[in-house]
C-alpha cells in the first residue's frame, strides 16, 4: 500500500525559506516548483549555491572565469523569474566541493544571517546520488545546522546586526530516492519552472527541448499522485 504522502501543506508554517545547493541550476531543477509555489504565498527565499559551477560545460572554448560569471548572471535571472529574495554563492570550485569545517561555518553563517526557519538541500544519503559536489553540500548543510544553533560556536557571527541563533525548524531533502515522504503537484506553476531552468542556457542551450529529462523525472514523480508533473521530499526528523 502506499504510504500517505504529504503535498504543499507540509510547508504551512514556512516562512522564511533556504536553500542550499552545489550548482547553479540545482535548485531550480530539484524543487523550483514547490520553491515558486512558497514565494507565490510571501515566503522569503534565499538561494545558496556553494560551487560558481565552472566545470559545467562540455568544451573547454572558456575559461573557467567566464563560465563562472555567466553561470553568476544565469543564476539571477531564474531567481527572478522565482521571485527569490537573495541568492549567494559561496565560490568553491566545482567538481571539488567537501564538506569540511569552513564549509560548515559558512552555511551556519547564513542560517544566522538569514534567520531561516525552514532548509531544502540534497539528501547526501541517496545511495544513488552519483555527484560528490551534491552530496557534499547537503552534507555540509545538515552539518551546519545544530551548531549554528550553538552560542559558543563561532560567536563572532552572532555579532553582525540583525543575526542570531540559528532557528531552523525543519529540513527537506531533494533528490531523496525512494524515501520521498512529501510529493507537490507543480503542474500549475510548471511553465515557471520551466522558465527558471532555462535562464541557464549555458547548460541548456536547446532551450526546452534540452529539458526532457527532467519532464521525465517529474513526470514520474507525478504518478505517484495522479498529476501531471510534480517534485519530491523526504522530511527529516530533527529533534
Ligand atoms: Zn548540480
Known amino acids: 500500500m502506499t504510504p500517505y504522502l504529504r503535498g504543499l501543506e507540509a510547508f504551512t508554517d514556512v516562512q522564511r525559506l533556504i536553500v542550499i545547493a552545489a550548482h547553479p541550476d540545482d535548485l531550480e531543477t530539484m524543487c523550483g516548483g514547490t520553491v515558486y509555489q512558497l514565494a507565490q504565498r510571501g515566503v522569503e527565499i534565499f538561494s545558496v549555491n556553494c560551487t560558481l559551477g565552472d566545470i559545467g560545460a562540455q568544451d ?55 534567520q531561516a526557519d525552514t532548509l531544502f538541500t540534497f539528501d547526501p544519503y541517496w545511495a544513488g546520488q552519483i555527484h560528490p559536489d551534491h552530496r557534499a553540500a547537503g552534507q555540509a548543510a545538515l552539518d551546519a545546522y545544530m551548531p549554528s544553533k ?18 531552523l525548524a525543519r529540513v527537506f531533502l531533494f533528490s531523496p530516492g525512494a524515501e520521498a515522504n512529501v510529493v507537490v503537484d507543480v503542474t500549475a506553476v510548471y511553465p515557471q519552472k520551466i522558465a527558471a531552468s532555462m535562464a541557464h542556457v549555458s547548460q541548456f542551450p536547446e532551450g526546452e527541448a534540452s529539458l526532457d529529462w527532467l519532464k521525465a523525472i517529474d513526470t514520474g514523480i507525478g504518478e505517484k499522485i495522479g498529476v501531471p508533473y510534480a517534485e519530491q521530499f523526504k522530511q527529516m526528523n530533527v529533534w
Open 60 to 114: 573547454a572554448a572558456l575559461s573557467r572565469l567566464e563560465l563562472a560569471n555567466i553561470r553568476q548572471r544565469e543564476t539571477e535571472t531564474a531567481a527572478r523569474i522565482l521571485n527569490l529574495r537573495q541568492t549567494f554563492n559561496l565560490g568553491r570550485p566545482d567538481g571539488e566541493l567537501v564538506p569540511d569545517l569552513a564549509l560548515r561555518a559558512e552555511i551556519a553563517h547564513l542560517y544566522r544571517r538569514t
Open 150 to 167: 550553538m552560542p559558543l560556536y563561532r560567536p563572532e557571527q552572532l555579532n553582525e546586526a540583525g543575526a542570531g541563533r540559528g532557528c
